[in-house]
């Protein structure tokens, strides 16, 4: 049996596209951890921080969010080494899409978190727990089920946005499709094969927020 | 029974030319207040006569500019050493507060957790029971508010008396100094105050050591040992119940009464 030529260059580049397409997801599973921690306590701090710890966070918030991706990336790998501080292109690009992620997550925290009645702390007050107590058994658990469907966005944001790596050289799904397109001179089905691969995982993670989502409707205020 | 006046049991609250200010409005301008142990202290007044905050400065969830509050003895907003007084960090104020029990107007009972877990919360974070022995002693003070058939409920499958009978059991079951109740029926529909202040008197016979912000009279006269009439930020009656709701001398105090009868609560 032979395959139409379009069909032949998808298949036969596979092998090498799933190279690319485990260093996109790992880029990103990297990032979307780093940037949940990072994020969660830079939103705690946001809401319930000293104007000394939430003003710096609103600031580096503010600015980070307000930059393209594109340029944060191009900022960390091209301008960083310049002040003597060298990263290669893979630590730069991740940095740059950790810190863009963290920004939106810790945004999607403050949320979260301020939309918990200020009753629920002075409860967990009443009784004795500390801060740190508070946030883990009190008021986290209930700002999840308002943190999840947006975090989720920032989670396919991130996925999307690993692409981008690609442009200081880091052979991720996006790099390796257009290698095979330099070597095949077919665009059209290779652009196909990659818009269904990141929409494959995309549209996993929305399943999945949908399903978590599900799981926390029992909480009701 | 009631210990009324009974000056020989120890001093549990002492409060002291207590004043707090929100901004440019002074809601607290010099109170004092004692409550020995097993008394139960009615604080009433009209809506801004500072009685909520006052109860709120108890267990630091407001602070005070001036004054004191000792509970135990243990001053409980300010660490003061040789005269220097500096505001308690986040850990001494836990300590503090896991032995002045608070019920709140509005229940706040955690909406994550079931009836038994809201009342466990405390017992393991802060009292550090096993998991057994904390359900253990949650499902005996859950049963003893009349909830033993809510012990896996969420709050919102309760009714308002029922989430306030947990929010006394999630108090009580810390087993505190004191316990401050504030206007804890205030939220419920009539027909469902009747079973909170109930529990109330229940522990008030116990000796059960409380100071409740209320608008229900008829109750405050007849659980208190003490009512303590607030106006403009300061005590302006205090007194045995009898005292206080009888022939009234005090100007302010018999316009307050005479406007919450009219109200016909």
């Known amino acids: 049996m032979t395959l139409p030529p379009e069909l032949n260059v998808m298949v036969k580049s596979l092998p090498f596209l799933w190279q690319g397409l485990l260093v ?3 880029v990103s599973a990297t990032v979307v951890v780093v940037a949940l921690v990072l994020g969660v306590t830079l ?22 969010r307000g930059l393209p991706l594109l340029v944060l990336i191009f900022f960390v790998y091209y301008a960083l080494p310049a002040t003597g501080w060298s990263i290669n292109n893979f630590w730069a690009a991740l940095s740059a899409l950790a810190l863009f992620e963290t920004a939106h997550v810790s945004e999607v ?6 939309s918990i009645h200020p009753g629920q702390n002075e409860a967990g007050k009443a009784i004795g727990l500390t801060f740190v107590q508070r946030m883990l058994y009190v008021v986290l658990p209930q700002a999840l089920r308002r943190f999840l469907p947006p975090w989720i966005n920032t989670v396919v944001d991130t996925v999307k946005g690993s692409a981008l790596v690609s442009l200081v050289g880091i052979v991720d799904l996006m790099l390796a499709i257009q290698q095979v397109i330099g070597r095949t001179f077919q665009p059209m089905p290779m652009y196909v094969l990659g818009a269904i691969m990141y929409f494959l995982i995309n549209y996993t993670l929305s399943l999945a927020s949908r399903r978590l989502e599900a799981r926390f409707a029992y909480i009701r205020e | 029974m ?44 009209a809506s801004g006569s500072g009685k909520t905050t006052l109860l709120r400065c108890i267990n630091v969830l407001e602070t005070y500019d001036d004054g004191s509050i000792k509970v135990d003895g243990v001053e409980v907003g300010y660490r003061e050493t040789n005269g220097d007084r ?6 001494e104020l836990a300590r503090i ?22 009342v466990m919360l405390g017992l393991r974070k802060v009292r550090g029971l096993r998991h057994a022995e904390a359900r253990t002693v949650a499902e005996q003070w859950l049963v ?11 709050p919102f499958e309760m009714s308002g008396g029922q989430q306030q009978r947990v929010g006394i059991a999630r108090a009580v079951a810390m087993n505190p100094k004191v316990l401050l109740l504030d206007e804890i029926t205030s939220a419920l529909d009539p027909e469902l105050v009747g079973e909170v202040l109930m ?18 009279m008829t109750f405050a006269r007849d659980v208190s040992s003490r009512v303590v009439f607030m106006d403009g930020g300061r005590v302006a009656v205090e007194g045995p119940p009898s005292e206080v709701f009888g022939a009234q001398p005090h100007e302010r105090l018999r316009s307050f009464l005479a406007r919450i009868e009219l109200k016909g609560v």
């Open chain 2, 2 to 45: 009631h210990t009324s006046g009974n000056s020989d049991a120890a001093l549990l609250v002492k409060v002291r030319a207590l004043s707090k200010s929100f901004g440019a409005n002074q809601v607290l301008k010099g109170v004092d207040l004692d409550v020995r142990a097993g008394e139960v202290v009615s604080v009433i007044g």
């Open chain 1, 109 to 114: 925290a403050r949320g979260a978190i301020q």
């Open chain 2, 144 to 154: 003893r508010v009349g909830l033993g058939d809510k012990l896996d409920s969420l």
């Open chain 2, 97 to 118: 507060r896991a032995d002045i029990g608070m019920v709140f107007q509005l229940f706040n009972l955690f909406p994550h957790l079931t009836a038994r877990e809201n």
């Open chain 1, 43 to 64: 939103g705690v701090g946001l809401t319930y921080g000293p104007r000394w710890i939430a003003w710096p966070i609103r600031l580096f918030s503010d600015i980070i």
């Open chain 1, 24 to 26: 996109t997801l790992q």
């Open chain 2, 199 to 216: 529990v109330v008197h229940e522990l008030a016979r116990e000796g059960m050591t409380m100071i409740l912000v209320t608008h229900e």
């Open chain 2, 86 to 91: 500096r505001p308690r960090g986040e850990r």
